[in-house]
């Protein structure tokens, strides 16, 4: 779908692709130069294990989760862009067991050269994915600003007894991913006109659906811990959970579910730098079966935008819940376990 006045939103982001994150070897470093926050007993969650979103705890019935997230467009079409960035920001709520309630809007664009039209398009979009999640749109700020930038902070409410973190995975658990991956590769191959429109459209819905159904499903199971695969990648947040919980994790590559066309394009040179970079920072973390070429490695560590849940679930349930979220339409996968093996790090086999 063309814009407004026919201008490509990807070319105006001088990252492209992924929209990734602040690498996390650099993010620890700028966070260790700054004096350590006050304690609170009422901070549930912080920053201490690099999780989605922080929960402050008002009362013993009630406590606040609050997240935000925005980057530079991925999509062409506005309107999926808005779409897009709204669905990846309420995701951390939903990853901490939430339930998104409020938001405001985060903008930076460049007012005076490009249509107006297209702003609109972008906020249309996710005033829509707001309203499917039944968030409330109760303000935002905007500013003038030569890159397009988009997304959302996010207000929602948890019982401080069921908050989902991403540090409690237990040995002997189930490891469930609830979208398949190789966004990054795909939104980077989009910049360079290499994919059909059909797959774009199908990429974008990706991103674009919600984890709402997934997170409604796990409520009822016993899920230890969860977190989002985002910019980090599957196996970036998958170390996190695996640091935070002091337990070994275990992936079984030929299951992890990927998008159409992602070794193809990968195999083409078209992969993003927040990729190489994930799989830079994970040196020493991740073990990787020798059969596993370097691009089947850099596949797992693609940087993602508004991917799925990964899941810590008993392993007595697992295929309970799995059987739960498929015929919801959620397109999971059982990917590995966690062991009380190697506590901090991650054999993929």
């Known amino acids: 779908m063309e814009q407004p006045n026919q201008i490509k939103l990807t070319s105006l982001s001088s ?22 926050a006050e ?14 979103a922080g929960v402050y705890k008002l ?34 709520i939903y990853a901490m067991g939430g339930k998104p309630l409020t938001a405001l809007n985060i903008v930076a664009f460049p007012i005076h050269t490009l249509e107006k039209s297209i702003l609109t398009e972008i906020l249309r979009g996710a005033g829509d994915k707001m309203k499917e999640a039944g968030v409330t749109l109760v303000g935002g700020h905007s500013i003038d600003d030569k890159e ?18 991403n540090a409690g995975a237990k040995p002997g658990d189930k490891l469930i991913l609830t979208k398949p991956i190789g966004v990054g590769i795909l939104t980077t191959s989009i910049k360079k006109d290499q994919l059909s429109a059909d797959e774009v459209a199908e990429v974008t819905r990706v991103m674009a659906t919600l984890n709402k159904t997934a997170a409604e499903k796990m409520e009822s199971y016993t899920v ?9 990648g599957l ?19 030929e299951k992890v579910p990927f998008l159409p066309r992602v070794r193809e394009l990968a195999e083409a040179g078209f992969v993003p730098g927040g990729t190489k970079n994930n799989f830079a920072h994970l040196e020493g973390d991740i073990t990787f079966p020798e059969e596993l070429d370097s691009i089947g490695q850099w596949m797992l560590c693609d940087a993602v935008t508004s991917g799925g ?14 059987q739960d979220m498929l015929e919801a339409g959620v397109e999971a996968a059982l990917i590995g376990e966690v062991t009380a093996e190697h506590p901090g790090h991650i054999n993929v086999v």
Do not use: W
């Not at 196996?235 to 590559?253: C, D, P, R």
């Open 148 to 165: 397009p930038k988009f997304g959302l902070a996010v207000t929602g409410v948890v019982h401080p007894d069921r908050v989902r973190t």
């Open 309 to 322: 849940l990964l899941i810590a679930v008993s392993a007595a349930e697992a295929d309970s819940l799995l």
């Open 59 to 92: 009362t013993d019935d009630l406590a606040i989760v609050q997240t935000l997230d925005f980057f530079t467009p991925i999509v062409d079409d506005p309107y999926s862009f808005g779409q897009v960035a709204a669905a990846n920001a309420i995701s951390d």
């Open 224 to 232: 230890s811990a969860c977190t989002d695969v985002t910019g980090f």
């Open 39 to 52: 304690y609170n007993p009422n901070l549930l969650v912080g920053l201490d294990t690099s999780d989605d």
């Open 235 to 253: 196996l970036g947040h998958a170390s996190e959970m695996a640091k935070g919980s002091n337990t070994g994790l275990v992936i079984y590559h």
């Open 15 to 36: 990252k492209g692709g992924c929209g990734c994150k602040i690498g996390p070897a650099d993010l620890s470093q700028v966070l260790r130069s700054l004096p350590p």
